[in-house]
Nanobody
C-alpha cells in the first residue's frame, strides 16, 4: 500500500508565498516522476510541475518563473515553492507519483488527498 501525504496549503495574500510538501510512503520499490497538479472549482485538473528522479523539471506556462519544484529522492519527498501567488492560483493542489511497488511490476500513478491553496486579500 502506498500513501502520498501533502502539507503546506493555506490562505495567503496576493504576492505572497507558500511551500507545499509531499511524502510518499509504503511499499515502494522506485519512484520515477513526481509532481503537482491543481484543480480549481469548475475546472479540470491541470499540471503544475513535474520532476523526474534525475531532476528534469517541467512547468506549466502559467507558473514558470514563479514556482519551483524540488525533490529529495532519499526521502521520497517532493516540494513546490510558490512565489508571487495570484488569485488565479487558488485551487486544490494534488501530489502525484509514478512508481513501482516491486522490481518487476509496471509503473502506476498515485495521488495524494489534496491540499487547499487560497490566494485572496
Amino acid at each position: 500500500q502506498v500513501q502520498l501525504v501533502e502539507s503546506g496549503g493555506g490562505l495567503v495574500q496576493p504576492g505572497g508565498s507558500l511551500r507545499l510538501s509531499c511524502t510518499a510512503s509504503g511499499s515502494i520499490f522506485s519512484i520515477n516522476a513526481m509532481g503537482w497538479y491543481r484543480q480549481a472549482p469548475g475546472k479540470q485538473r491541470e499540471l503544475v510541475a513535474t520532476i523526474t528522479s534525475s531532476g528534469y523539471t517541467n512547468y506549466a506556462d502559467s507558473v514558470k518563473g514563479r514556482f519551483t519544484i524540488s525533490r529529495d529522492n532519499a526521502k521520497n519527498t517532493v516540494c513546490l515553492q510558490m512565489n508571487s501567488l495570484a488569485p488565479e492560483d487558488t485551487a486544490v493542489y494534488y501530489c502525484y507519483a509514478a512508481l513501482k511497488t516491486r522490481r518487476f511490476t509496471v509503473e502506476s500513478g498515485y495521488w495524494g488527498q489534496g491540499t487547499q491553496v487560497t490566494v485572496s486579500s
